[in-house]
């Protein structure tokens, strides 16, 4: 009988870029925020993902070849501009987007980071250069992990699976992950919590087409916006608030710092 497994498919908006707040005062485009998220799936739901995915891609492109791309949905731009000048199709793509959701019905973790009132809190940390990347996986990790403990199966393991972007960014992430797995964290001393972790991060290019890596990236944005911006209307959002890892604490996979 094969090991029960969960993927986690991590994705990021904003930066890990730190700055002192005379240089936001001066700069206020510049990001304040680093948000992961990640979309907690099982394995025996990856083939209807990607046969969804494959499905909704010929009907709106007739290739299945297109990858969805956050940003790029967001802008209309690329193979998306179609949205552009058709609106009603962005609106049916959103509407089959979030049922595609509900039928895979993902376990959401997410941990965002305020920079700006990170560096105000823990001046410190501006000074050392400490990286808020690391930290919000961290954070990640932990509440990852605490999934994996809760299922009922002590066989069940849990992958993660990382888009490739820069040497430096996939290195940070790929040493953090072994010294979480080594040493555990602050809240979590020594390593047994975090046993279910496979032994290694994964790393795939973009052009694989990968279905759980863009429907991360797809839900990355709304939590960001959200704390970026929790006044402002969300409607993505608050579609995806039914899916967040409740954990001990009814939303406990959704860590935004610091409070």
């Given amino acids: 009988m094969p ?35 990640g979309a907690v799936i099982a394995n025996d739901k990856k083939p209807i993902l990607k046969s969804e995915f494959k499905l909704l891609k010929e009907t709106f492109w007739r290739t299945d070849e297109v ?16 949205f552009y000048y058709k609106p009603e199709l962005y609106d049916s793509f959103k509407i089959e987007m979030n049922r595609i959701t509900r039928v895979i019905a993902p376990s959401i973790i997410c941990s965002s980071l305020n ?21 919000a996986f961290v954070y990640l990790l932990e509440r990852y992990a605490h999934f994996l403990n809760s299922q009922t199966d002590p066989a069940v393991r849990g992958k993660i699976l990382v888009e490739k972007r820069d040497s430096r960014k996939d290195k940070i992430l790929r040493e953090t992950y072994i010294s979480v ?10 390593n047994s919590h975090f046993e279910r972790l496979s032994e290694k991060i994964e790393f795939k290019a973009k052009r694989m087409n990968i279905a759980g890596l863009q429907l991360s990236d797809y839900l990355c ?16 959002y608050e579609f995806l608030e039914q899916f967040i890892y409740p ?8 860590k935004k710092w610091p409070v």
Avoid: M
């Fill in 181 to 190: 797995k080594q040493d555990g964290t602050q809240y979590f001393v020594g």
């Fill in 3 to 37: 090991i029960p497994t969960f993927t986690l498919y991590l994705d990021e908006s904003g930066d890990d870029i730190l700055y002192r707040d005379e240089d936001l005062i001066r700069n206020p485009e510049l990001e304040t925020h680093c948000t992961l998220v």
């Fill in 67 to 82: 990858i969805l791309h956050s940003i790029d949905i967001r802008h209309k731009k690329g193979a998306f501009a179609l």
């Fill in 115 to 135: 920079k700006r009132l990170w560096v105000e809190k823990f001046p410190k940390k501006l000074f050392f250069e400490d990286d808020p990347y690391s930290q």
């Fill in 247 to 254: 954990g001990d604490h009814n939303r406990y996979g959704h």
């Fill in 221 to 236: 944005y709304p939590f960001y916006a959200n704390h970026k911006n929790p006044g402002r209307e969300n409607k993505h």
